[in-house]
């Protein structure tokens, strides 16, 4: 009678669990794909006026802006080094505003952005979901320049 040992258990164990991590390795390099060919379709696109029924992401919209709210300082790392996103929120109307990322500054730079009024009149760019934050980012602070997190619940407070 053939019995099994503990060796063999753990070889069996080894074996399907990278035959498991191979095939998920596959399944995302399929998904990435399929991502990237949707966002060169959506490049060559040309833009739409934004509508809130727009739901799908990575949309090229574009609207006109009534007026632009002081930016939000959005806390990051990027490879290493403390710095900010830029998010400036636009009025287009007298019940919608729309977050724009203007990008990544340097803390050092952070004052030569306090007091800059962005004054396009016409915006394009692509459509995007906020994202929850981590278990890890930090509570917004009301008493600080910068939030760690994109909360609508903490914006329409201040």
């Given at each position: 009678?053939?019995?099994?040992?503990?060796?063999?258990?753990?070889?069996?164990?080894?074996?399907?669990?990278?035959?498991?991590?191979?095939t998920?390795?596959?399944?995302?390099?399929?998904?990435?794909?399929?991502?990237?060919?949707?966002?060169?379709?959506?490049?060559?696109?040309?833009s739409?006026?934004?509508?809130?029924?727009?739901?799908?992401?990575?949309?090229?919209?574009?609207?006109?802006?009534?007026?632009?709210n002081?930016?939000?300082?959005?806390?990051?790392?990027?490879?290493?080094?403390?710095?900010?996103?830029?998010?400036?929120?636009?009025?287009?109307?007298?019940?919608?505003?729309?977050?724009?990322?203007?990008g990544?500054?340097?803390?050092?730079?952070?004052?030569?952005?306090?007091?800059?009024?962005?004054?396009?009149?016409?915006?394009?760019?692509?459509?995007?979901?906020?994202?929850?934050?981590?278990?890890?980012?930090p509570k917004?602070?009301?008493?600080?320049?910068?939030?760690?997190?994109?909360?609508?619940?903490?914006?329409?407070?201040?």
């Amino acid at each position: 009678m053939f019995k099994i040992k503990s060796l063999d258990i753990f070889f069996i164990f080894f074996v399907l669990a990278i035959f498991l991590l191979g095939t998920w390795q596959v399944f995302r390099l399929y998904k990435k794909k399929n991502l990237i060919f949707y966002l060169e379709q959506n490049l060559k696109k040309n833009s739409i006026n934004f509508n809130k029924d727009i739901s799908e992401e990575y949309t090229k919209v574009k609207f006109k802006k009534n007026r632009s709210n002081p930016p939000i300082f959005l806390y990051q790392l990027k490879k290493g080094e403390i710095g900010f996103k830029v998010i400036v929120p636009y009025d287009i109307d007298n019940s919608s505003v729309i977050l724009i990322d203007k990008g990544w500054i340097r803390k050092k730079n952070i004052n030569l952005l306090k007091n800059t009024s962005f004054k396009d009149n016409l915006i394009e760019g692509y459509t995007k979901k906020i994202r929850p934050k981590n278990l890890f980012t930090p509570k917004n602070s009301l008493n600080e320049d910068f939030v760690y997190s994109i909360d609508i619940e903490y914006l329409k407070k201040t």
